[in-house]
């Protein structure tokens, strides 16, 4: 009799105990970089800053081509020149030289300011969409592919998630509603920065 009780209740604890463990939600992988990257979405925030970045070279360009030819004038009247007369033109050269690499050195500055300032937006105008795939395929959490060390490639959702971002923002201009709470981190997880503007090696060289 007692193995007869002892079989009903391990019978009943085993379903129980089975509803009582969660069932596993999948995790899911994103390249953030080549979202930024491949996406068409990104591209046309791009395409802004690197026209601000031609301009900057060229516009440096300029200046160092100027410089050089006062740089040159001023060899060539060196010797009709005194000596003091010299050095208070070279001096005054030197100091306005000076100056405009000052400026030069702000504006790309201020460009790559503006290129790490995109990308930080881009990851944030794009969170509910990759946020909605996450909630479309039932998972938990979407982890950078940098953060892992090992994965199956159905769990890398990366092509998706880009036809998807250039489908709602550029066809419908807005994000989806999430239907549950995201916490953010991947678009937000400090995406390496590794862009250098053309032009961004340009220095003034007179």
């Known amino acids: ?122 990851f944030a105008s794009v969170r509910d969409v990759v946020g909605q795939l996450m909630l479309e395929r039932g998972a938990s959490v979407i982890l950078d592919r940098r953060s892992v060390f090992l994965a199956l490639a159905a769990s890398d959702i990366t092509d998706e998630a880009v036809d998807r971002i250039d489908a709602v923002m550029l066809e419908t201009g807005q994000a989806p509603g999430a239907d549950a709470p995201l916490i953010g981190g991947g678009g937000n997880a400090e995406p390496s920065v590794d862009e250098n503007p053309p032009g961004g090696d340009a220095s003034i060289q007179p």
């Open 1 to 122: 009799m007692r193995f007869g009780v002892l079989a009903i209740l391990l019978a009943l604890a085993g379903p129980v105990a089975a509803q009582q463990v969660p069932p596993s939600l999948p995790i899911l992988i994103v390249d953030y970089d080549r979202l930024y990257l491949d996406s068409t979405y990104a591209q046309t925030i791009r395409e802004g800053l690197d026209a601000d970045a031609a301009a900057l070279k060229a516009e440096n360009d300029r200046i160092v081509a100027a410089l050089t030819d006062e740089e040159r004038s001023l060899t060539l009247r060196r010797p009709t020149m005194t000596a003091d007369a010299f050095r208070e033109e070279a001096e005054a050269f030197d100091i306005k030289v000076q100056a405009i690499r000052r400026a030069r050195d702000a504006k790309e500055v201020e460009l790559q300011r503006a290129r790490a300032a995109a990308r930080e937006e881009f």
